[in-house]
C-alpha cells in the first residue's frame, strides 16, 4: 500500500516499521505508526505532541502494553526465574558491539533480502523485510488510502491522511495507548484538520 502514498508518508510508514524491529515485536502495529508520527516533523506531528502525544510517551505506553525491548516483559519475566538479568545482557552486548548492535541483529532476523515491505504476503508477494500486520496496521492503512481517495484528481495519502488513519483506529494498542496519555483519537484528528482545513 506504500505505493499509494507520498514520500513523506511512506518515510513515516518505514520509520514505523523501524521501532517494530527497534521494539522487538515480530508484527507491525497501528501502535508503531503512532510513535513514528509523534517524532514527524510534519504539521500531524507537531499537533500530537502539542497535545502531549509525544514519542517518550507514547513509546513508554507501547512497552507497559506490549513489551519491548531485547527479550519483551514475558521473556524477560521467564528469563528472570532462571537467573538472567535481561539488562545485564543488553549492557554487555552493546558494551562489546556497541550501542546500535541489537537493533541491527533485530533488523537482520527479519529481513530475507534487506527491504522494507508493508504488505502481507498472499500468493508469493514481493520479498522484502516483513513483519505480520498486527492490530490496527491494516486499518490505518485502509483509512489513509480511502481519505486520498475521496479528494478529486486522484493524490496520493500524505502524511495527515496516515495520521488521521492512525487516530481512526478502534482496535490493538493505539486506544489504550491515546487514552492512557490523556489523549483522544476524536480531538486529535479535530486538532490536525483545523490546523490544515482545506485538506
Do not use: C, N
Not at 537482520?108 to 500486520?133: I, M, T, V
Not at 496520493?156 to 483519537?185: M, N, R, T, Y
Amino acid at each position: 500500500m506504500t505505493e499509494h502514498m507520498t514520500a513523506d508518508a511512506r518515510a513515516i510508514a518505514e520509520q514505523a516499521w523501524e521501532h517494530a524491529i527497534r521494539l522487538g515485536h515480530p508484527y507491525f502495529g497501528g501502535e508503531h505508526f503512532l510513535l513514528a508520527l509523534a517524532a514527524a516533523d510534519q504539521p500531524p506531528g507537531v499537533v500530537l505532541r502539542e497535545h502531549g502525544v509525544t514519542p517518550g510517551r507514547v513509546e513508554a505506553e507501547i512497552v507497559r502494553l506490549a513489551g519491548g525491548g531485547l527479550f519483551g516483559d514475558l521473556d524477560r519475566r521467564a528469563l528472570a526465574t532462571v537467573g538472567v538479568d535481561a539488562d545485564a545482557v543488553r549492557a554487555t552486548v552493546e558494551a562489546s558491539f556497541g550501542s546500535a548492535a541489537l537493533s541491527r541483529a533485530a533488523r537482520a532476523a527479519y529481513r530475507e533480502p534487506a527491504r522494507f515491505d508493508l504488505r502481507p504476503r498472499s500468493g508469493g508477494g514481493r520479498k522484502g523485510a516483513f513483519l505480520p500486520h498486527g492490530p490496527g496496521a491494516e486499518q490505518a492503512l485502509l483509512g489513509a488510502r480511502g481519505r486520498a481517495q475521496a479528494r478529486p484528481g486522484g493524490e496520493p495519502a500524505d502524511v495527515e491522511d496516515l495520521a488521521l488513519g492512525v487516530l481512526a483506529i478502534s482496535e490493538g494498542l493505539v486506544p489504550p495507548v491515546l487514552l492512557a496519555i490523556g489523549a483522544s483519537g476524536a480531538a486529535l484528528s479535530t486538532a490536525i484538520l483545523d490546523r490544515h482545513p482545506a485538506s
